[in-house]
């Protein structure tokens, strides 16, 4: 009869209406849950065509069903955010290295190498005053000594930096090769739902947050199957594919740039040993620093203090001391990468200290009042020294700025994917008004339907 095929059609759009509630109440529990991205039921007829007993008699239309429950999301925009999330860790950790670089070597900071060669120079001006004054000659060799161990730990800690570098880069290597193994583990359950008609969305959710973070630690590049998982690669190898995922490593290999600061060249491979270039995300910043910012740091700090060494030599070697020697370096370059120390021709020697020139009286301070004037010298050490410190400073406030633009253009990425694919409860209390009112006609048609059975039952004419 008639009333029994529509209330079947009501009884359906009672079920599909309850469903479409109850994903509108899962989309507001959870507009606070990073990563989620709301979710709508999409509807569709279901067709029930028949024909009667006398040929043209056509009946359609069976209710409503749920086709999907679909995730709402602009792929897009989200791989938008994906990128701009990688450039801005990557610029955000170059800053990082360059902050740390300046801090060690310590710019103009009280203390640092800058008020140490003041120092030196300073009582080289202090024993032109009194050329014979021993305690002044010692203070000078006190001076020269704390300048060379204040270089010496200066490039340690470069140095140190580096082996911190490092290991943050096993590190990096690491949360990828983790992330690679759980996307390929939530992507053989994403397939296993899908197979069996189940809901993968909050595994896809899942899946999606950890594509984001590996994407912040490099530059990949991440291509849906339609099937439901997603193939992972990495300067065009293979990360993630077909449920199954690669391993990176790091290897070392000898660089002839390198080896003079007594380092190593750090690659990261794949598991065929290609070695991968790395463009994007923490792990490009990290090889940048190691392959190129650290050791430019290092080798601009050698050269500065290679230079002090060569220039106050040349003045003090030509110069007679004393006790009549002449010939003798006050600093030398040590033999152990980036070591700077007290010339072993005066160590512990106060009396060679050459004050005068040659052919001149005791007295004479000619050759260590030069010493001093070497300070204010354009192309003297302290201006080599201000140079380096410059430079790094601009490099400095270069990266930040590259990193706000970042940052700034990544937030903007986040908001855009947000609005296309996050839950707006002005927007789900509207959905869930609609789906109630639907809900609340469906019931009405059937205690309607129920109404017009019994008020048939009642005068006697059902089965007639």
Do not use: C, W
Not at 48 to 56: E, Y
Not at 87 to 96: G, H, L, N
Request: aromatic share 2%; hydrophobic share 40%.
């Amino acid at each position: 009869m008639p009333s029994f095929g529509s209330l079947n059609i009501a009884y359906t759009g009672l079920n599909a209406h309850q469903q479409r509630i109850n994903v509108i109440g899962e989309n507001i529990t959870n507009v606070n849950t990073p990563g989620y991205h709301k979710q709508r039921v999409e509807l569709g007829p279901i067709h029930n065509n028949s024909s009667g007993l006398i040929v043209g008699d056509y009946r359609s239309g069976g209710g409503v069903q749920v086709l999907d429950i679909a995730r709402v999301r602009d792929k897009t925009l989200s791989d938008h955010a994906r990128s701009q999330g990688g450039r801005a860790t990557a610029a955000s950790e170059r800053a990082d290295i360059l902050h740390a670089l300046e801090d060690v070597i310590g710019g103009l900071n009280p203390g640092g190498l800058h008020d140490q060669m003041t120092d030196l120079f300073n009582s080289f001006d202090d024993l032109a005053g009194s050329p014979d004054d021993p305690a002044m000659r010692r203070v000078v060799l006190q001076r020269a000594e704390i300048v060379g161990q204040g270089f010496t730990r200066t490039a340690g800690d470069i140095d140190d930096l580096r082996s911190r570098t490092e290991e943050e880069l096993f590190d990096t290597v690491r949360a990828i090769n983790s992330l690679s193994d759980q996307i390929a583990s939530a992507d053989a359950e994403i397939l296993g739902a899908n197979t069996i008609d189940a809901d993968p969305n909050t595994l896809t959710d899942q899946r999606d947050m950890m594509i984001t973070e590996l994407a912040a630690l490099a530059d990949v590049t991440i291509s849906e199957q339609a099937d439901g998982q997603v193939t992972i690669s990495l300067d065009g190898q293979l990360l993630v594919s077909n449920g199954l995922s690669q391993e990176l490593e790091v290897v070392y290999a000898v660089d002839p740039t390198l080896s003079p600061l007594g380092y190593a060249d750090v690659n990261v491979v794949n598991q065929s040993g290609r070695e991968l270039n790395v463009t994007g995300g923490t792990l490009a910043a990290q090889l940048e620093a190691l392959q190129t910012t650290i050791p430019d740091g290092r080798r601009a700090l050698d050269a500065v203090a290679a230079d002090l060494a060569a220039q106050v030599n040349a003045i003090h070697s030509v110069g007679v001391s004393i006790d009549g020697s002449t010939g003798n370096d006050l600093l030398e370059v040590g033999p152990n990468t980036g070591e700077l120390r007290l010339s072993p021709d005066v160590a512990g020697q106060p009396d060679r200290v050459a004050t005068r020139l040659p052919g001149s009286g005791l007295l004479d301070n000619g050759n260590i009042r030069a010493l001093a004037q070497l300070a204010d010298e354009p192309g003297g050490p302290m201006a080599g020294f201000v140079t380096v410190v410059g430079e790094l400073a601009a490099k400095v406030s270069a990266s930040d700025g590259q990193a706000n633009a970042a940052e700034i253009a990544k937030q903007q990425a986040d908001t855009m994917a947000l609005a296309a694919g996050g839950v707006s409860l002005d927007e789900e209390l509207t959905e869930l008004i609609t789906a109630q009112r639907a809900y609340e006609a469906s019931a009405r048609i059937m205690t309607s339907i129920d109404e017009m059975l019994q008020t048939l039952m009642t005068v006697g004419l059902v089965g007639r």
